[in-house]
T-cell receptor, first 112, second 112 residues
Framework: ETGVTQSPTHLIKTRGQQVTLRCSSQ?????VSWYQQALGQGPQFIFQYYREEENGRGNFPPRFSGLQFPNYSSELNVNALELDDSALYLCASSLPGNSPLHFGNGTRLTVT | LAKTTQPISMDSYEGQEVNITCSHN???????ITWYQQFPSQGPRFIIQ???TKVTNEVASLFIPADRKSSTLSLPRVSLSDTAVYYCLVGDDTGTASKLTFGTGTRLQVTL
């Protein structure tokens, strides 16, 4: 069973740039959720994708967008990066409903 | 979404039983209670999930009283490797949208 993998593991960007983070879901999981975790805080829900459609969104601006592909892998795109976007970005895959989330180890994004 | 409240931190000695309580006063009828463990620079890892009464697996037990307004994660005989942040989540199952809200978690420190 292949777990959730995220790439890259670390990334440094400049304010105003755009970034794309990638996630491969666990085998058999058709739902992908993205979270932002600032230092010392709990993960904050960004959005969720189910069968290639956005299925719920947290309190994040439109410059945070995503995609899910037919193989259930996913991308998180962030435009016009701000310093406060520096965080650990976590991807989690699951089955629909209340099934447990299976997390990757995240992408550490630093915006300078 | 149901809000959860947990102690910010707890300390324990190795070999002791640790009980972490989470309050979720406005839990909805369809909500499940899920606990995750997170080590530094890693994604959260599923520990246990329950709806009511008691659930036990190979690593923990989850106690949920009849009113479901709180829950207690019990870790038997903790070791140094159980030092981590523990999150209690209450799931919002709306069919295809499952948005689990993380709080700030409980930081457990286990010492000799």
């Amino acid at each position: 069973e292949t777990g959730v993998t995220q790439s890259p593991t670390h990334l440094i960007k400049t304010r105003g740039q755009q970034v794309t983070l990638r996630c491969s879901s666990q085998s058999g999981h058709n739902t992908v959720s993205w979270y932002q975790q600032a230092l010392g805080q709990g993960p904050q829900f960004i959005f969720q994708y189910y069968r290639e459609e956005e299925n719920g969104r947290g309190n994040f601006p439109p410059r945070f967008s995503g995609l899910q592909f037919p193989n259930y892998s996913s991308e998180l795109n962030v435009n016009a990066l701000e310093l406060d976007d520096s965080a650990l970005y976590l991807c989690a895959s699951s089955l629909p409903g209340n099934s447990p989330l299976h997390f990757g180890n995240g992408t550490r994004l630093t915006v300078t | 979404l149901a809000k959860t409240t947990q102690p910010i931190s707890m300390d324990s000695y190795e070999g002791q039983e640790v009980n972490i309580t989470c309050s979720h006063n406005n839990i909805a009828t369809n909500d499940y209670i899920t606990w995750y463990q997170q080590f530094p620079s890693q994604g959260p890892r599923f520990i246990i999930q329950g709806y009511k009464t008691k659930v036990t697996n190979e690593v923990a037990s989850l106690f949920i009283p009849a009113d479901r307004k709180s829950s207690t994660l019990s870790l038997p005989r903790v070791s140094l490797s159980d030092t981590a942040v523990y999150y209690c989540l209450v799931g919002d199952d709306t069919g295809t949208a499952s948005k689990l809200t993380f709080g700030t978690g409980t930081r457990l420190q286990v010492t000799l």
